[in-house]
Nanobody
Framework: QVQLVESGGGLVQTGGSLRLSCAAS????????MGWFRQAPGKEREFVAG???????????VYADAVKGRFTVSRGGADNTVYLQMNSLKPEDTAVYYC?????????????????WGQGTQVTVSS
């Protein structure tokens, strides 16, 4: 049984930082895309950041425009862990953040293409 377990959410002031972690178990995600989506109240789930595996056998990161330059996504733990370092947080970053894993090497921008989801962790940024 595949499980993705997030940790690291919480309450932070504007301009602060948080680091989210997601540990996967039940299968290996080495060579597969992993990353993060988020969902704010009343809004659709949206892509935040992801890691994809390329033909030179390394991971590369992609980011939503709204978080570029502030967030950093990375892999670890024999590729079964994904992190999201969030700096310079803004109130509009407030959402439930979901860890996600793809079924192939490319991390999709569309939530409908995700293979596995974590349970979500709340991030609240106060103004």
């Amino acid at each position: 049984q595949v499980q993705l377990v997030e940790s690291g959410g919480g309450l932070v002031q504007t301009g602060g930082s948080l680091r989210l972690s997601c540990a996967a178990s039940g299968r290996t995600f080495s060579g597969k895309g992993m990353g993060w989506f988020r969902q704010a109240p009343g809004k659709e789930r949206e892509f935040v950041a992801g890691t994809s595996w390329n033909f030179v056998r390394t991971y590369y990161a992609v980011y939503a425009d709204a978080v570029k330059g502030r967030f950093t996504v990375s892999r670890g733990g024999a590729d079964n862990t994904v992190y999201l370092q969030m700096n310079s947080l803004k109130p509009e970053d407030t959402a439930v953040y979901y860890c996600a894993a793809a079924l192939n090497s490319r991390f999709p921008f569309d939530a409908a293409e995700i293979g596995y989801w974590g349970q979500g962790t709340q991030v609240t940024v106060s103004s």
